[in-house]
């Protein structure tokens, strides 16, 4: 049974409930809603509420771990003998999982029939030539272990979801005779519901947690799988990045230090860009500009916060990077080889960041009180030497918190570096050459057919990690700084 | 008395004699302070142009080199459709018909093409039908053969079709590509422009508006004439369905609980903490997140609008949890107050009163949270949504969410990867719609907010 049908047949069971549930009431009641403690509504939503979380759970407890029982109970199946050299046991069980598929298939088809396929007696020979007749991929890898092991996959899984669907409807049921039992005049329905909702509340603030735990769980348990494998001094310590791609690892050097070399050195120009620009915008926007021109030219820069860094990084690659080359290239300076390259992607990253650098400045230099602008001005300054010498130190500390923010954003920023700094990593002073960055290398090293086991798939994830914990790392000291800051004069 | 006696300020003779012309003229330390202050507002003004240069720059450079993209070439040709090659039997088949494949239709399109030039007269080099193929796309023949499946009775007259330029032939047209930069193209000569500048006057090949760039599929590395953003943005579509449908319930259920039912407790600072900190999580991390537990863990389908969408929904709850209880925070307790001291419980104040008249902050932040996610690239990249060539339409709702797709920013990244730079124009149109629909979005969040929000 398809599980869109199931979950029509759940909220079916619920809705007759909340009928059944108010009209059992109402009739309690003697048909008068004012002898009922809650109102009607509650009393329906009472056995609605008892149909529905019970069963939802349970469908979302078993689809998680269904399929983790059944790859535990079948790969114990696999002997040593299955998993050649050079695979694992998650290939082999790739393997399993596609054959299973693939049976499925030819059932459906009609170029086996039910038993044929999960006939413990089958002929291999034969099975195997009936599922490439049916149009399944069947590789060389498939031993008759692994044919087994497909078949006793498909028997379980088969049998699991025969009883998954039957022990929801089953649970909807109770929760249905459950709820409707329990309804009666003098039953609390209101504070029950509300102590439901209530829950589902505090469960919807906690996808929160949830998704930093899986952040995290992700990063870690990769990472010590990658650290396994490869040395992790290498990794923190090495100067060359070099992924062989033909190899199993072996060969790989995958040296730390060139991509945040890399990473570091873009952030660095795009925040040269962003910092003064934006800055200087703040200060011009909050104390000198007239409302007109605030009310035109702050949208207007703002613009540039809600364009999609994908325009950003086409703008670096098609635009940015040819007209440097045209000045800084073979037919200028000299200084340039090709379009892509640290000052291309600093440069456009840090157009990027200026609306960043300025939106938050303003706020920060707006919540100066106006009382110390007075003061300074009272005393004969002029508006300049108060911003600079009044206005920005009491700032500071905003300030840098939000030029931190901008150098967080700028290190994980990813489209502009992928498009426009190049994919060699390399150690060099020279602006104008093409290196990489942590982010680029996280997507190039993770798209494609990776499987998830080779040191040059996994050292994306000790790229994301470290990625995680320095970006990490300055959210929280810049959210201090600026909170500490705000508390000053609130 | 001590007034006679008091001591004249000492440097008071000196500062008399340096006003001894006016008080109003300024001196030297005065000028400095003034010219500081004029270079500093320099500065600012300068700031705030330069943004706004760079601003008006990237738009005038999308504009300029997408608007070309949806334009297309195509040649006008009537194509005599050859019964002795299309339907050898004579039986009009629909079995035989298709046994021809699009091989069999390409001579026919190169034979009416040079008829059309000679007939027309026009001074050729070519001595060959076979030569015409350069100026078609690779595309033709299949049109040729889909039309042909689907009028059989066509078989042995003469029709008229609208047939693709190559890419070439459309670059010529739109001044993307020269006589010189074809001087060592193997797939086309400068004599092939000479002919096309003649069936321009003639009128046979036109540039007209491309609809199939907006609603055609994506097509193959060689094919970029062909290509078109329609699929990805149903891939899109469906993307921005699974983050509304999770993002906007579970977004405003954790911001009431934290917002108006909360304990300060351990356990609400711990998710405090965590949604100030996710807001800020680059969104590559938010890729691996959905690599390692969409993909790897449950083995959701790779490519999926699903996957996709899950993973831009846990990316945008914070903005959406952040911009919902600033508007829940704006409506005054007075209103809760109220509807307690009637004789609602808390949950029903909230959720009869509050929630209401918070509804347009909630759906203003909802939209700029899903404008966001729309064009958010970086995470789609690592669920394999880029590389798959998304050239089908899904069939059905379930397919749309599980069969492998591409989404808008995708497949701009895809097409701005390959090789023919007449893909770089596609992928400026495609960013041109992809602003387009962040622009409106933005528009009616504007709007809703003008509108609806109230200010006590």
């Known amino acids: 049974m398809p599980l869109s049908l199931l979950l029509a047949i759940i909220l079916v069971i619920a809705v007759v409930g909340y009928v059944l549930g108010r009209q059992r009431a109402l009739a309690s009641a003697g048909g008068d809603s004012r002898g009922l403690h809650s109102l009607p509504v509650y009393y329906g939503s009472n056995v609605l509420l008892s149909v529905i979380v019970p069963a939802f759970g349970f469908l979302i407890l078993a689809l998680i771990l269904i399929p983790v029982y059944i790859d535990s109970h079948v790969s114990s199946m696999i002997t040593e003998a299955d998993v050649r050299e050079g695979s694992s046991l998650g290939l082999v069980m790739a393997e399993v999982r596609r054959v299973a598929e693939g049976l499925d298939n030819a059932v459906q088809i009609g170029a086996m029939t039910e038993e044929m396929a999960s006939g413990a007696r089958a002929d291999f020979t034969d099975m195997t030539a009936r599922l490439k007749d049916a149009g399944q991929v069947i590789t060389g890898d498939v031993t008759v272990n692994i044919l087994q092991a497909a078949q006793e996959y498909r028997a379980s899984s088969k049998m699991l979801h025969t009883a998954m669907v039957v022990l929801a409807i089953v649970i909807a049921l109770a929760g249905l005779a459950f709820g409707y039992t329990r309804t009666d005049k003098d039953f609390r329905a209101r504070n029950v519901v509300e102590k439901v909702i209530l829950a589902l509340l505090i469960a919807a603030a906690s996808v929160a947690i949830l998704t930093t735990v899986g952040i995290i769980l992700s990063l870690i348990f990769n990472t010590v799988e990658f650290f396994r494998i490869y040395p992790a001094t290498e990794f923190f310590f090495g100067l060359t990045w070099s992924p062989s791609f033909s190899g199993r690892g072996g060969l790989s050097e995958l040296g730390f230090v060139p991509l945040l070399w890399g990473t570091l050195y873009i952030s660095f120009i795009a925040l040269a860009v962003a910092v003064p620009i934006g800055l200087f915008a703040a200060v011009y926007l909050s104390e000198y500009a007239t409302p007109r021109v605030r009310a035109i030219a702050k949208p207007a820069l703002e613009v540039l916060a809600g364009i999609p860094t994908i325009v950003y990084g086409l703008f670096a690659l098609l635009t940015v990077g040819p007209l440097l080359v045209s000045v800084f290239g073979r037919d200028g300076l000299g200084w340039m080889g090709g379009a892509s390259s640290v000052m291309t992607a600093g440069l456009v990253m840090g157009i990027m960041l200026i609306p960043f650098v300025s939106s938050l400045s303003d706020d920060i230099i707006n919540s100066v009180p106006q009382a110390m602008r007075d003061g300074s001005l009272g005393l004969g300054a002029t508006k300049s030497e108060t911003v600079k010498q009044v206005i920005l130190p009491a700032a500071l500390p905003g300030i840098v918190g939000a030029v931190l923010l901008a150098a967080s954003r700028a290190i994980g920023e990813t489209m502009i570096v992928v498009m426009g700094a190049g994919a060699a990593a390399r150690l060099s002073m020279n602006p104008f050459e093409a290196m990489t960055t942590v982010t680029a290398k996280i997507v190039s090293q993770l798209t494609g057919d990776s499987d998830f086991s080779s040191p040059e798939a996994l050292v994306a994830f000790a790229l994301g990690m470290s990625l995680f914990v320095i970006t990490l790392g300055m959210n929280i000291l810049a959210l201090h700084i600026v909170q500490k800051y705000r508390e000053q004069y609130d | ?456």
């Open chain 2, 1 to 456: 008395m001590t007034d006679a006696s008091a001591p004249t300020p000492i440097g008071s003779g000196a500062r008399q004699g340096k006003h001894a012309t006016s008080l109003y003229a300024e001196d030297a330390r005065t000028k400095k302070r003034n010219a500081a202050e004029k270079r500093f507002q320099a500065y600012g003004i300068a700031a705030i142009s330069i943004g706004i240069f760079f601003l008006v720059v990237l738009l005038v450079s999308i504009v300029r080199s997408g608007i070309p993209a949806f334009t297309q070439t195509f040649i006008e040709v009537p194509v005599y459709l050859d019964a002795a090659k299309l339907d050898k039997n004579g039986n009009r088949d629909p079995d035989d018909l298709r046994k021809v494949s699009t091989f069999g239709y390409a001579p026919l399109i190169d034979n009416a093409i040079f008829a059309a030039v000679q007939d027309a007269g026009l001074t050729t080099e070519f001595e060959k039908a076979k030569d015409m193929r350069a100026m078609i796309s690779a595309s033709a023949p299949a049109q040729l053969r889909d039309y042909v499946l689907a009028n059989p009775s066509e078989i042995g007259k003469t029709v008229e079709f609208k047939i693709l330029a190559s890419s070439r032939v459309d670059g010529y047209m739109k001044g993307r590509v020269t006589r010189e930069s074809v001087a060592r193209d193997k797939n086309i000569d400068a004599a092939h422009f000479d002919l096309i500048d003649q069936l321009v006057e003639t009128g046979d090949v036109e540039r007209t508006f491309n609809w199939d760039f907006i609603t055609g599929a994506d097509a193959s590395e060689s094919r970029p004439e062909q290509a078109g953003i329609g699929v990805s943005m149903i891939g899109s579509f469906f993307m921005m369905l699974v983050v509304l449908c999770l993002s906007l319930p579970i977004g405003v259920a954790a911001s009431i609980y934290l917002e108006e039912f909360a304990p300060k407790n351990r356990f609400t600072d711990l998710i405090e903490v965590n949604i100030s900190n996710l807001a800020a999580v680059p969104s590559i991390v938010f890729g691996i997140l959905g690599l390692a537990v969409f993909i790897q863990f449950a083995h959701l389908p790779q490519s999926a609008p699903l996957v996709g969408g899950l993973v831009l929904t846990l990316m945008t709850l914070p903005t959406i949890i952040i911009s919902t209880r600033a508007s829940l925070k704006a409506v005054p307790p007075s209103i809760r107050d109220a509807a307690l001291g009637v004789g609602a419980s808390k949950m029903q104040a909230v959720f009869h009163h509050v929630l209401p008249l918070a509804a347009p902050g909630i759906l203003t932040g909802t939209i700029i949270g899903l404008a966001q996610a729309l064009g958010e690239t970086a995470p789609l990249l690592l669920i394999g949504m880029v590389g798959y060539i998304a050239t089908n339409v899904p069939d059905g709702i379930a397919a749309g969410f599980l069969s492998p797709n591409s989404s808008m920013p995708a497949q701009i990244y895809e097409w701005s990867k390959r090789a023919d730079p007449a893909y770089y124009e596609r992928a400026w149109g495609g960013i041109i719609i992809l602003l387009l629909f962040l622009m409106t979005m933005n528009i009616i969040a504007i709007i809703l907010r003008r509108r609806f929000e109230r200010r006590w």
